[in-house]
């Protein structure tokens, strides 16, 4: 199949134009496309191949879909170009994370603004130095959504890295003086949260042009201290769900208000 035939099934999602809305929620286990699903009018599913699974319903009336991108930057980048390629151009990437900040607790919702480019795949789209950043748009309303569900919100920063036992066992790695340095750089920026695929999200989009943004369920604490059963409880992803959903809500009525005026 030809990777210019925006026509045919894409590769990867098994996806072909028009069993898509042009609304995407983005979380990576596949077994959370189902549960973002049934906030939906009469979703579907489309298909199932690989780590990615997709369905489609309604919103408000509006077409909106769930892909799962699966774990990291690189699987995640591939969702994002063949959904783009079957016409989805505005993305809401839905995951947990882990706190880097004091303040910060397990059960509060992060939105992500932007991301430190700590990981491979977004090399061979852009340079270091271009940001990887949010749709203002996307971010604003994903803030307004999640605060209106009486859950603790951090607006910020993340960091999307691409190894997970880097971060939760770096002591046993061979560059553990330098994962340590970087970390505690990250912290003093104000960085909230780490995860796995929001660089790439963002900056798959920018050179896309599509609008991207993203909301996490933090969990953790700054200082790796245990979870107790109440934080682990608070730290639900059923707990991020509603938040999300309001979020794109949100996103939805703003859009259509600004297509009327």
């Known amino acids: 199949m030809s990777t210019t035939d925006h026509t045919e099934r894409q590769h990867h999602i098994?996806?072909?134009p028009g069993e898509v809305g042009r609304y995407v929620f983005l979380p990576g286990d596949p077994g959370r496309c189902e549960p973002i699903a049934r906030f939906f009018d009469d979703?579907?599913?489309?298909?199932?191949?690989?780590?990615?699974?997709?369905?489609?319903?309604?919103?408000?009336?509006?077409?909106?879909?769930?892909?799962?991108?699966?774990?990291?930057?690189?699987s995640a980048s591939i969702a994002m170009e063949e959904l783009v390629k079957v016409g989805a151009d505005t993305f809401v990437r839905v995951g947990t994370s882990g706190a880097m900040q004091p303040d910060i607790h397990p059960g509060d919702l992060g939105v992500i603004q932007a991301a430190i480019r700590d990981e491979g795949t977004t090399l061979h789209y852009l340079p270091v130095e271009f940001p990887a950043v949010a749709d203002l748009d996307v971010t604003r309303a994903l803030a307004v959504g999640a605060r209106s569900t009486g859950r603790t919100v951090h607006v910020g920063i993340s960091q999307s890295k691409d190894s997970f036992y880097g971060q939760h066992e770096p002591g046993r790695m061979p560059v553990a003086h330098r994962?340590?340095?970087?970390?505690?750089?990250?912290?003093?920026?104000?960085?909230?949260?780490?995860?796995?695929?929001?660089?790439?999200?963002?900056?798959?989009a920018s050179t896309l042009r599509v609008r991207a943004g993203g909301i996490m369920m933090i969990l953790g604490h700054w200082d790796m201290a245990e979870m107790t059963d109440d934080e682990i409880e608070r730290g639900s992803v059923d707990n991020l769900l509603p938040a999300a959903i309001a979020g794109m809500r949100e996103l939805i009525a703003r859009d259509r208000e600004a297509a009327a005026a």
Request: charged letters at 20%; aromatic letters at 8%.
């Open 14 to 16: 098994q996806v072909a």
């Open 179 to 204: 994962l340590a340095e970087r970390w505690s750089a990250w912290m003093a920026g104000g960085a909230i949260c780490s995860e796995m695929e929001a660089a790439a999200l963002y900056i798959v």
């Open 43 to 74: 979703p579907v599913l489309v298909a199932k191949n690989r780590e990615y699974e997709t369905w489609t319903g309604t919103l408000d009336g509006e077409r909106v879909s769930v892909t799962s991108t699966g774990i990291g930057c690189p």
